[in-house]
């Protein structure tokens, strides 16, 4: 069955750096798009990034320039990379396939 493990969050002070990573099983990976959203406290689910299976890549707006999204086919990884976070970005962060998630990893932006 998929299986989707985030990790990587952590608490960072704005302007800082992280990587998510997302290990992904039960499915052939290299033939997926592979998204991260996020849900911040008292707020529905945000789509941030998808990066389909050609490698192309989107990117909402609010972290368009300071996120990047890329995957590893041959370790079945997707990862996210953040830079110049900002307090705006705290959330819940999950990897997704379609509509199958996993847990998450909290990502807190804070001085």
């Known amino acids: 069955q998929v299986q989707l493990v985030e990790s990587g969050g952590g608490l960072v002070q704005p302007g800082d750096s992280l990587r998510l990573s997302c290990a992904a099983s039960?499915?052939?990976?290299?033939?997926?798009?592979m998204t991260w959203v996020r849900q911040a406290p008292g707020k529905g689910l945000e789509w941030v990034s998808t990066?389909?299976?050609?490698?192309?890549?989107t990117y909402a707006d609010s972290v368009k320039g300071r996120f990047t999204i890329s995957r590893d086919n041959a370790k079945n990884m997707v990862y996210l990379q953040m830079f110049s976070l900002k307090p705006e970005d705290t959330a819940v962060y999950y990897c997704?396939?379609?509509?199958?998630r996993g847990q998450g990893t909290q990502v807190t932006v804070s001085s």
């Open positions: 997704a396939k379609g509509l199958r």
């Open positions: 039960g499915f052939t990976f290299a033939a997926y798009a």
């Open positions: 990066i389909n299976s050609g490698g192309s890549t």
